[in-house]
């Protein structure tokens, strides 16, 4: 069984959150004592047993041990704006003889680390972090989940175009090179609780087959059209889990059987000779329908629902229609990650900033885990003031765990437990209102440049022999 645990108890972080425990200290942290804090979610014994566990074990003594190294890259996938540098010196209550470890030591020191800490560390920490009683976290008993899949800018390096390809753009090459990542997402919390990286062609429903040892009984897995296919919808409900996915409006399915709310039973079929000749078909249950909105988008197109749940008195199909809707929330995940967490700024034109393919990998954990941090201390925060997840802010909570880290007193339990109780308070004043009725059209804003495209030739740019000066030809 993979490591998301599916149950019908409360999920370990939250009970780590709500019945707050005395911290234990490592070296590492009495070294980076300003990220204590992070032990509430992300326990020192888990970093520790990840080491282990991938054959990290420190031979000599060091300053960037690989606990301190695996911390410094948590630090990295919060403190999102500072360069790593300055990540360990936000790490760390310097005193007057301490010095900071150069930008090329820290960087060697994650080449040492490699990907599999990060890994092994994400699978371990990684959880559900909502229960029956949170709205949108459930359908009918049954924990919703959703796939979905996105891709990001990666540094336009050699090693990073040879790994990962460019995408096709105008007629040419894609200024940068891109990944495609996968990932499953609990829907009531925004929590991502596995992905998977790919090079950029790299077709989004290939992908998810690595995603399917991750699930189990009790879910109800939401996806869009572009994952179905009758081989990993059998995979997928092989884990015994049930699937509500949409489809394509050109699929070929011909009722067998029409049900009470309008929905209807038909079979699906690897290959057009199984449905010639009635072989290994799959019976699911079809749900069509349309929009009479001419503001909403998909007007008067139809919409195609397929799903396991073939009861439809326990399962109606409004409110299947309803609860496919949830899956808009990974997309929010998405959204979350990119644009508020580690977004594009000046100094930094990609998504992430790593250089080499390993490196781009480590950072994804890196930026999953402080993801996680985030929105496990806000469904902390929500649970505390008995309100809905939904209502306490992302960034909101992003903002005040930044601010407030350093503040942490490393002193003792006692301290510990009222910092994380002020921070649980802080965060739940960050309150948002419930979502609007609105719609968001599919249309470019901003033109394309007017100057001409990147060609191969110029990268990388050839080097300049002469001066600017020895360059200047006057003229008459």
């Not at 960050?430 to 100057?451: D, G, M, S, T, W």
Request: charged share 25%; glycine share 6%; net charge positive.
């Amino acid at each position: 069984m993979s490591h998301v645990t599916w149950c019908d108890e409360r999920p370990v972080m939250d009970e780590a959150l709500s019945e707050i425990e005395p911290f234990s200290a490592t070296d590492a942290l009495d070294q980076l004592d300003r990220l204590l804090g992070l032990t509430q979610v992300i326990p020192a014994r888990a970093v520790q047993q990840a080491l282990a566990d991938t054959d990290r074990i420190d031979s000599r003594a060091c300053r960037l041990s690989f606990e301190v190294t695996t911390w410094v890259l948590l630090a990295m996938g919060l403190l999102t704006d500072l360069p790593i540098r300055s990540v360990y010196h936000h790490a760390r209550r310097l005193l007057p003889t301490d010095t900071i470890p150069t930008r090329a030591a820290l960087c060697l020191a994650r080449q040492r680390l490699g990907i599999p800490p990060l890994r092994a560390l994400f699978r371990s920490v990684a959880r559900p972090l909502t229960d029956g009683d949170v709205r949108g976290a459930t359908f009918g008993g049954l924990r919703l989940l959703g796939i979905d899949s996105t891709k990001l800018n990666v540094p336009d390096t050699p090693a990073n175009v040879a790994a990962f390809g460019r995408p096709a753009c105008g007629g040419g090459d894609g200024p940068f090179p891109q990944v495609h990542k996968v990932s499953l997402v609990e829907l009531g919390s925004r929590a991502e609780l596995a992905f998977l990286v790919k090079p950029h062609n790299r077709n989004e429903a290939v992908i998810a087959w690595g995603l399917v040892r991750h699930v189990g009984p009790g879910v109800v897995l939401l996806a869009d059209r572009e994952f179905f296919g009758y081989r990993l919808w059998q995979a997928f409900r092989g884990r015994g889990c049930e699937l509500l996915w949409r489809g394509k409006s050109h699929f070929v399915l011909d009722p067998i059987e029409v049900l009470s709310d309008d929905s209807y039973l038909a079979k699906v079929y690897a290959r057009p000779r199984d449905r010639e000749c009635d072989r290994n078909g799959v019976v699911v249950r079809v749900i069509k329908y349309t929009l009479d909105d001419p503001q909403r988008v998909g007007h008067q197109e139809e919409h195609v629902l397929l799903t396991s749940l073939l009861d439809a008195e326990a399962f109606p199909a409004v409110e299947l229609i309803l609860g496919y809707h949830q899956r808009w929330e990974a997309e929010l995940m998405y959204d979350e990650q990119k644009t508020h967490h580690d977004p594009v700024r000046p100094g930094k034109p990609t998504a992430l900033r790593s250089g080499t393919p390993a490196g781009v990998v480590q950072e994804l954990y890196a930026l999953s885990l402080g993801h996680y941090v985030t929105q496990a201390l806000r469904v902390a925060a929500a649970e505390q003031e008995d309100v809905d997840p939904d209502r306490i802010s992302f960034t909101g909570t992003l903002r005040v765990l930044r601010c407030r880290l350093p503040e942490c007193d490393s002193r003792g339990g006692e301290s510990f437990a009222r910092w994380v109780t002020r921070l649980l308070w802080e965060i739940a004043l960050h309150r948002v209102e419930p979502r609007r009725n609105r719609i968001n059209p599919r249309v470019l804003k901003q033109p394309f440049a007017k100057y001409p495209k990147k060609q191969p030739q110029h990268r990388p740019a050839p080097t300049i022999r002469k001066s600017f000066l020895e360059s200047v030809v006057m003229t008459r």
